[in-house]
């Protein structure tokens, strides 16, 4: 039943290879390329993901946060280039699954697409949470959002929700997007103004003059001054590396855009460029009206350093305070949504193609969505969320910070498939050395670095909340996440729905080899 339509230069995929779109019956054509930057700055949870992250690199980095953003930005970059050429030659909605079953082969394919699995349902268990307890802080006197049963309840009604959501049709969720983008980004706005007014008029950062505004400065931004303490600089990009991530989710919905070969590429580094212009313009605000200090809401205090906007909003908004609560509630709703959006379309994908049972290939006839694998993203992501809420919140939070290892994991694989795939393309041309290869490649390989120093220093047992035989327990559950995927895929070469994939006994319909 499915067709397939040439992409428009997939003949320059590399050495002989055409590449085509398979259809698999999702909503062609639906968005634009202002809905792909939408998405693509939506999946990040660009207000909740400052709130929470912030705190933690002015505690390693101080003054040189700003810089610490720009230069996690950097790999970053680099693999969004990689996305984009990959797209522009094979635009599947399995992304890197699908890529890297055409560079290495079906194992790599296979470990790819659990990455992106993995990551997409143990950040929806974090989101989840954080969107339980904050609708409760904004009932009452926010006491409500310390009752672990009522949090978890409320996480998971979200889940559902965004299942639902997204399982109807991917107008409605472009919708739904839409709201809650504006609504964050203009709570987000509101409070910039009132910063900015509060810088203009000299007044005291913290509460009783506790923290005191200072004055923006250059050395904030001095390579020299920050790498004076390399093991610091390294910590606090790895921090603000997950801040980014997200961008990737256009990517996904490749096959449900215009011109799917160009429109989601440009969307991605469009998004990724505006993230980092977000980020680095809001950390300086902050920094500047409420300091690097410890006291007050100074940036430094520890008792603020889970979530610095929260510490500041009554300082900064007075009884309008709620305001950014609500910017953070839409943010973390927005990016729940559109972490179900590229988890379902790989499972979907990785159905098609053969590497799951063929029930995961199947689109709702009706809204045209990933049907089966959008409730099975749902379902996986609220086990997952109680199971860990119940068995240990210290445990649920370790977890959340092995998402780090499964991200640099398979934005790696995406640029190494990258360069591996256009390697006799390479010497055409220098914008083919570069973006296909050169950036590719040092975006690929400074993921991989920074994989093994996470891996490093999560086995501490000092790191995070918890230890497992006398190892961190952030390691632990990464570690064992990761391993899962390499069972299953094993349990996938032998099964009789999927052995296919493995030993090319299964046709692949998303590339047609011109020699």
């Known amino acids: 039943m499915s067709t397939e339509t040439s992409t428009p230069d ?25 809905d792909s930057v939408m998405l693509g700055l939506a999946s990040t949870a660009p207000v909740y993901s400052l709130a929470a992250t912030l705190g933690l690199i002015v505690a390693v980095n101080g003054n040189y946060t700003p810089l610490i953003l720009v230069l996690a930005f950097i790999p970053v970059l680099f693999i969004a280039y990689a996305f984009r050429e990959l797209n522009s030659a094979l635009p599947d909605c399995g992304t890197t699954f699908f890529w890297a079953r055409k560079a290495f082969g079906p194992w790599a394919a296979w470990l790819g697409g659990w990455g992106v699995a993995l990551a997409g349902i143990v950040v929806l268990a974090n989101l989840a949470q954080i969107a339980g307890k904050y609708l409760w802080l904004l009932i009452g006197d926010g006491s409500l959002a310390a009752n672990t049963w009522l949090v978890t309840a409320t996480g998971v009604l979200f889940i559902a929700f965004m299942t639902y959501v997204n399982h109807r049709g991917i107008r409605l969720g472009e919708h739904v997007q839409r709201t809650l983008t504006y609504i964050q980004y203009i709570s987000l706005g509101i409070f910039a103004v009132a ?23 250059f050395e904030w931004f001095n390579p020299a001054g920050a790498f004076a303490d390399p093991s610091a600089v390294v910590h606090g990009v790895l921090l603000a590396l997950f801040i980014y991530w997200g961008w990737d989710t256009c990517l996904a919905l490749n096959e449900e855009t215009e011109n799917p070969a160009k429109t989601p590429g440009r969307g991605a580094v469009i998004s990724a460029f505006v993230l980092v212009a977000i980020y680095v313009s809001v950390a300086l605000l902050v920094m500047m009206y409420a300091s690097v200090g410890t006291e007050g809401i100074g940036l430094g205090n520890e008792a603020n350093q889970d979530d610095v906007f929260l510490a500041m909003k009554d300082v900064v908004l007075g009884p309008w305070g709620w305001l950014i609560v609500v910017a953070v509630l839409a943010s973390v709703l927005s990016s729940t949504q559109t972490t179900i959006l590229p988890t379902a379309r790989g499972t979907l994908s990785m159905g098609v193609h053969g590497a799951l049972p063929a029930r995961f290939g199947k689109v709702h006839e009706r809204f045209q969505t990933p049907g089966f694998s959008t409730q099975v ?7 997952y969320y109680v199971a860990m809420s119940f068995l240990s919140e210290d445990l649920l939070a370790d977890s959340i910070s092995a998402i780090s290892l499964f991200i640099a994991f398979y934005y790696a694989l ?15 041309s220098a914008r083919n050395l570069w973006f296909r290869g050169i950036l590719p490649f040092l975006g690929a390989v400074s993921l991989t670095v920074a ?32 391993l899962l995927g390499v069972v ?7 099964a009789p729905a999927t052995r296919g994939f493995f030993t090319g006994e299964r046709a692949d319909a998303g590339l047609v080899r011109g020699d």
């Open 488 to 494: 299953l895929a094993i349990v996938c070469r032998f």
């Open 451 to 482: 994989f093994f120093i996470s891996a490093v220093q999560m086995w501490d047992p000092e790191y995070g909340d918890t230890q497992i035989f006398g190892i961190g327990g952030a390691f632990v559950s990464g570690v064992l996440l990761l």
């Open 10 to 34: 997939g003949g320059s995929a590399g050495g002989g290879r055409t590449a085509v779109v398979p259809s698999k019956g999702l909503h062609a054509g639906i968005l634009d390329l202002g």
């Open 195 to 217: 910063i900015i007014v509060g810088i203009a008029g000299g007044a005291p950062g913290g509460a009783n003059g506790s923290a005191t505004i200072q004055p923006f400065d």
């Open 377 to 383: 993203m749902g379902v996986a992501a609220v086990v």
């Open 414 to 428: 995406t640029g190494f498939s990258c360069v591996w795939f256009f390697r006799s393309t390479l010497r055409d």
